[in-house]
């Protein structure tokens, strides 16, 4: 049995996720791997990198409750304003990146950089007896990669993985030009497909967006406001459509566990499915946050996770 805990993309909104990861793990639920997309990479990678150290200083022993409280709190302690993540490039800058063709996106991802440094190593991530996989398209050839700790310049990918397009500039990998990749949610905000291929028999999936995107009012001619509702509403049609073919996988499938007989499906069985996501909206904007939305985002996480999880 194969049990894969499933980060799907949200950007700010991840610190949702992290307070439903809390939850989850107090519940019980102990993940094989962890999966992660965009927002969901960071917070597999800080996750594994936590399970790793524990496995070094406690004689292989996990505290799976307690990597999802150091997670909240590195939420809280450390992206806790939009300056944390990434600084505005000034108008000349972005000017004569125009010019010169050498555009580098909106935002300075620097700060984030330095906090994946910081906070995630390699040694730790490999002493980690839980797996990890991070989702990131190739920009070149437009295929998803799902990169492991044992890839080179893995944390390149994680940076990739979290990189919004035109907000975010393209990372290469290694540095080299012809390995250019962004953000994973492009293909695959929740790789449950992937998790299902790779032999799961139960997933648990995390979500940050809700089924239907909020109708409100946004200021669409703020150009960095507009870069993030175009990306809600494809990230937000991308995760319907990975969670509706996981859920309608299932529903194909004999409900005695038995493999299927016809079709596509032949030979594959029905796993034990978990996805829980916001019923409504998460009101936090990525150009202006501060600490104490990130603690409410938490907060309802934690407690709508508690909530999914009872009895399960």
């Known amino acids: 049995m194969s049990k894969i805990l499933v980060l799907a993309g949200g950007s700010v909104k991840g610190a949702y996720q992290t307070g439903v990861v809390r939850a989850v793990f107090e519940a019980g639920f102990r993940p094989d791997s962890i999966y992660g997309i965009s927002a969901g990479s960071m917070n597999a990678s800080f996750l594994v990198n936590n399970f790793g150290i524990q496995a070094l200083e406690n004689d292989g022993n996990i505290d799976f409750p307690q990597a999802a409280v150091d997670l909240c709190e590195f939420w809280v302690n ?112 929740a790789p449950v497909k992937k998790a299902i291929n790779d032999g799961a028999t139960e997933i648990v999936c995390i979500a940050c967006h809700t089924r239907n995107i909020d109708g409100g009012y946004f200021p669409y001619g703020n150009l960095l406001a507009l870069v993030d509702r175009v990306m809600d509403i494809a990230v937000n049609e991308c995760l319907n459509a990975d969670l509706d073919w996981a859920e309608f996988r299932n529903e194909c499938l004999p409900m005695d566990g038995s493999p299927g007989e016809f079709g596509i499906l032949i030979g594959q069985s029905r796993i034990k499915l978990k996805i829980i996501r916001p019923q409504k909206p998460l009101n936090i904007d990525i150009q202006s946050f501060d600490q104490e939305d990130i603690q409410r985002m938490i907060l309802l996480g934690y407690q709508h996770g508690r909530d999914e999880m009872v009895g399960y």
């Open 78 to 189: 450390t992206i806790n304003t939009p300056d944390s993540l990434a600084l505005r490039r000034g108008t000349y800058d972005l000017g004569m990146s125009a010019i010169r063709r050498n555009f580098e996106g909106l935002l300075d991802t620097t700060p984030l950089r330095e906090i994946l440094d910081n906070n995630i190593q390699i040694r730790n991530l490999n002493a980690s007896p839980i797996g990890l996989k991070v989702g990131a398209v190739d920009i070149i050839n437009g295929s998803i990669v799902y990169a492991n700790p044992t890839y080179e310049h893995f944390l390149d990918y994680v940076m990739a993985s979290s990189a919004i397009p035109i907000l975010m500039p393209v990372v290469n990998i290694g540095g080299l030009k012809k390995m250019a990749f962004l953000d994973g949610g492009m293909r695959d905000v």
